[in-house]
């Protein structure tokens, strides 16, 4: 199973909401360094955990949580984020 991600950029193009923030993927803007003008990840195989829904899970949250809920919550987080962008 795989976090059915719609790869819209909103999460990438606003990592300073982000609780993971790291100044490290900042181009300056609040918007990834590794963003493409495609939207997508240019580190996409190697992108911190943090960016990975299911890599996270499994690594910390497996024991705590269901895949399932996780998923709501992140497509939760993900319809805000698609909000914000738009509003950009
Ligand atoms: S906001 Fe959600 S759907 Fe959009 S790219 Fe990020 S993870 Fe994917
Ligand atoms: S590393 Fe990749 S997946 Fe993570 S915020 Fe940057 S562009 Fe998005």
């Not at 999460?11 to 790291?22: D, E, G, V």
């Not at 918007?31 to 997508?40: G, R």
């Not at 269901?66 to 962008?85: H, P, Q, V």
């Amino acid at each position: 199973m795989k976090f059915d991600c719609d790869r819209c950029g909103a999460c990438c193009k606003n990592i300073r909401r982000s609780i993971f923030y790291t100044e490290e993927l900042d181009r300056g803007d609040g918007v990834c360094k590794h963003l493409t003008a495609e939207n997508l990840c240019e580190i996409y195989s190697a992108r911190p955990i943090f960016c990975n829904v299911d890599a996270y899970w499994e690594k910390f949250l497996s024991e705590e949580i269901s895949r399932e809920k996780f998923y709501e919550i992140n497509r939760d987080a993900c319809a805000r984020l698609k909000k914000i962008d738009r509003q950009d």
